[in-house]
């Protein structure tokens, strides 16, 4: 692997278009994406033939350095080709989840202040900006007039419309997350900030040319950007793309394909759990694990996980300002952690004053692969602004142990400080997830006059068993010291997720202070 931290200068669009040409050099009618919807698929010739056509379009629409080219679209073979290009091109491609963002739309338009809009059929031209051209983007397969593909179509060549002086430190991509507010937040990267990912990444992962990943999360996100879209391009290997996650169709999905590496998270592994599947290794002889990300998985989750389905999980670690920032490695994960940190981010777990932790003790996780790197977001003007210089805490808490693996103990923001001591709910949701009859566990601390905050949990049962809450606070009692026990355990038909899958504790603080209303 290259130490990307020291060759950052080649992490530009011309590294995208290295990667592009040397796949479609060796294997020129290899698959570089198979839709598992449809059963399309476009190999990597007629995919660098599309991206070519793409930057001949756009440099005859006038796009320069920097200009944002916003994509609005779901999961395709054309959504792809749309990233891509406008990367390998050297503008900046601005991915919008639009049934997620819909009531916010109006705003991330005029944010983005875009020079072309792409977007789905499914997009109105009313929800979009009346001074900025815009195209349905259509099939590249069977393009229809007035679409991209048709303008697309018409350009051939494009060797030479590439931006020459687009580089490593301009702005590749911007996406939107909801972040931990109700208005999505727009994160601006530097090429050298997404591109410079993937080999490390890759590389932590064990995922080489002859993988072919499974993907079913929107691509508008960074995760799936990363793994499911760029990390087999830059290997040659092969994107088996779906719309969305269908827990009927995964095992099915994975056999038919041949895959090696299936993206997932907790909501995933806990809705395939939920399944009637008997389904074990020789069924899907092919796939080496299954990912799981964006959230901390519960280590009595994935241990059922492993023990039914006989598949690892290789836990991941990474947000959207950092990219992936933690990797397991395949097969030989190490269980109960979100793997070693990529070198190149020099992460480190700090106190409060910033002071490094040794290992096996729990502080903040901060990281900053550069020195002169600033994470940034979008302004609400539409003006770029820096959050943080050289290094940022990512808001989350752990621990490294003392082979290197980081454990992740909560969200800083989601601690429990109770009479001035700080307590992990996860550490509170995993002793109730021991108990057979619990399927889903979250706890949260809520305001006392005594103490500041009191622990209360909630659970979701399995079908057919019974809720004894007396029981389970014994049980909690008898596992925990006094002060990290629940005071209560209240039942719920389910809990509440962000729109991405993740526990939102905050809103049961909420659910539980109109209670008291």
Same mark, same amino acid.
């Given at each position: 692997?290259?130490?990307?931290? =020291?060759?950052?200068?080649?992490?530009?669009?011309?590294?995208?278009?290295?990667?592009?040409?040397?796949?479609?050099?060796?294997?020129?009618?290899?698959?570089?994406?198979?839709?598992?919807?449809?059963?399309?698929?476009?190999?990597?010739?007629?995919?660098?033939?599309?991206?070519?056509?793409?930057?001949?379009?756009?440099?005859?629409?006038?796009?320069?350095?920097?200009?944002?080219?916003?994509?609005?679209?779901?999961?395709?073979?054309?959504?792809?080709?749309?990233?891509?290009?406008?990367?390998?091109?050297?503008?900046?491609?601005?991915?919008?989840?639009? $049934?997620?963002?819909?009531?916010? =739309?109006?705003?991330?338009?005029?944010?983005?202040?875009?020079?072309?809009?792409?977007?789905?059929?499914?997009?109105?031209? $009313?929800?979009?900006?009346?001074?900025?051209?815009?195209?349905?983007?259509?099939?590249?397969?069977?393009?229809?007039?007035?679409?991209?593909?048709?303008?697309?179509?018409?350009?051939?060549?494009?060797?030479?419309?590439?931006?020459?002086?687009?580089?490593?430190?301009?702005?590749?991509?911007?996406?939107?997350?909801?972040?931990?507010?109700?208005?999505?937040?727009?994160?601006?990267?530097?090429?050298?900030?997404?591109?410079?990912?993937?080999?490390?990444?890759?590389?932590?992962?064990?995922?080489?040319?002859?993988?072919?990943?499974?993907?079913?999360?929107?691509?508008?996100?960074?995760?799936?950007? =990363?793994?499911?879209?760029?990390?087999?391009?830059?290997?040659?290997?092969?994107?088996?793309?779906?719309?969305?996650?269908?827990?009927?169709?995964?095992?099915?999905?994975?056999?038919?394909?041949?895959?090696?590496?299936?993206?997932?998270?907790?909501?995933?592994?806990?809705?395939?759990?939920?399944?009637?599947?008997?389904?074990?290794?020789?069924?899907?002889?092919?796939?080496?694990?299954?990912?799981?990300?964006?959230?901390?998985?519960?280590?009595?989750?994935?241990?059922?996980?492993?023990?039914?389905?006989?598949?690892?999980?290789?836990?991941?670690?990474?947000?959207?300002?950092?990219?992936?920032?933690?990797?397991?490695?395949?097969?030989? /994960?190490?269980?109960?952690?979100?793997?070693?940190?990529?070198?190149?981010?020099?992460?480190?777990?700090?106190?409060?004053?910033?002071?490094?932790?040794?290992?096996?003790?729990?502080?903040?996780? %901060?990281?900053?692969?550069?020195?002169?790197?600033?994470?940034?977001?979008?302004?609400?003007?539409?003006?770029?602004?820096?959050?943080?210089?050289?290094?940022?805490?990512?808001?989350?808490?752990?621990?490294?142990?003392?082979?290197?693996?980081?454990?992740?103990?909560?969200?800083?923001?989601?601690?429990?400080?109770?009479?001035?001591?700080?307590?992990?709910?996860?550490?509170?949701?995993?002793?109730?997830?021991?108990?057979?009859?619990?399927? %889903?566990?979250?706890?949260?601390?809520?305001?006392?006059?005594?103490?500041? %905050?009191?622990?209360?949990?909630?659970?979701?049962?399995?079908?057919?068993?019974?809720?004894?809450?007396? $029981?389970?606070?014994?049980?909690?009692?008898?596992?925990?010291?006094?002060?990290?026990?629940?005071?209560?355990?209240?039942?719920?038909?389910?809990?509440?997720?962000?729109? /991405?899958?993740?526990?939102?504790?905050?809103?049961?603080?909420?659910?539980?202070?109109?209670?008291?209303?």
């Amino acid at each position: 692997m290259r130490d990307i931290a =020291l060759h950052s200068a080649d992490a530009g669009p011309g590294l995208l278009r290295e990667w592009i040409d040397r796949a479609a050099d060796r294997h020129p009618d290899k698959p570089y994406i198979v839709s598992a919807d449809d059963g399309r698929s476009i190999s990597y010739g007629a995919f660098r033939r599309l991206i070519r056509g793409i930057a001949v379009f756009l440099r005859g629409q006038g796009i320069a350095t920097g200009d944002r080219i916003a994509l609005l679209a779901e999961n395709s073979i054309e959504h792809v080709a749309c990233y891509i290009g406008v990367m390998a091109y050297g503008a900046a491609v601005c991915t919008v989840h639009v $049934e997620m963002n819909r009531r916010h =739309l109006a705003r991330i338009m005029a944010q983005l202040r875009a020079r072309l809009v792409i977007h789905d059929d499914g997009v109105g031209r $009313e929800e979009l900006p009346p001074a900025t051209p815009c195209l349905a983007i259509g099939r590249c397969d069977a393009p229809v007039a007035g679409t991209f593909f048709a303008a697309i179509e018409g350009c051939a060549g494009g060797g030479d419309a590439f931006l020459a002086a687009t580089t490593s430190r301009d702005d590749g991509v911007i996406f939107y997350t909801s972040g931990t507010g109700d208005r999505p937040k727009g994160v601006v990267l530097s090429y050298r900030e997404q591109l410079g990912n993937i080999e490390p990444m890759t590389d932590g992962f064990g995922i080489t040319g002859s993988d072919r990943v499974y993907d079913f999360r929107s691509f508008n996100w960074a995760s799936a950007q =990363l793994l499911g879209v760029l990390a087999p391009l830059a290997h040659g290997g092969t994107l088996v793309m779906a719309k969305r996650f269908s827990a009927t169709r995964f095992f099915d999905d994975v056999r038919a394909h041949g895959v090696t590496v299936a993206a997932g998270n907790p909501t995933v592994i806990n809705m395939l759990l939920g399944t009637a599947a008997a389904v074990g290794p020789a069924d899907v002889p092919t796939l080496r694990f299954v990912t799981s990300s964006s959230a901390p998985l519960l280590p009595q989750e994935w241990r059922r996980f492993e023990e039914r389905f006989g598949i690892p999980v290789a836990q991941g670690y990474g947000s959207s300002e950092t990219a992936w920032i933690a990797t397991n490695p395949g097969r030989e /994960r190490r269980f109960g952690s979100v793997g070693r940190p990529l070198a190149y981010h020099r992460l480190a777990i700090v106190d409060a004053e910033g002071r490094a932790l040794p290992p096996g003790e729990i502080g903040h996780v %901060e990281l900053g692969a550069w020195d002169d790197n600033a994470y940034r977001y979008l302004g609400g003007d539409g003006t770029v602004r820096v959050n943080s210089r050289g290094r940022m805490r990512t808001g989350d808490i752990g621990y490294l142990d003392a082979d290197g693996f980081l454990h992740l103990a909560g969200r800083e923001k989601e601690l429990i400080i109770r009479g001035g001591v700080n307590i992990s709910p996860v550490e509170i949701d995993g002793v109730l997830m021991q108990r057979a009859e619990i399927s %889903e566990a979250a706890t949260v601390g809520v305001p006392d006059t005594v103490w500041g %905050e009191e622990v209360v949990s909630y659970v979701v049962l399995r079908p057919g068993s019974e809720f004894v809450p007396d $029981e389970l606070l014994r049980f909690c009692a008898s596992q925990l010291p006094p002060f990290k026990a629940p005071k209560q355990i209240l039942l719920r038909d389910r809990l509440p997720k962000s729109d /991405r899958g993740k526990l939102d504790r905050k809103a049961l603080v909420a659910e539980w202070n109109r209670s008291r209303v």
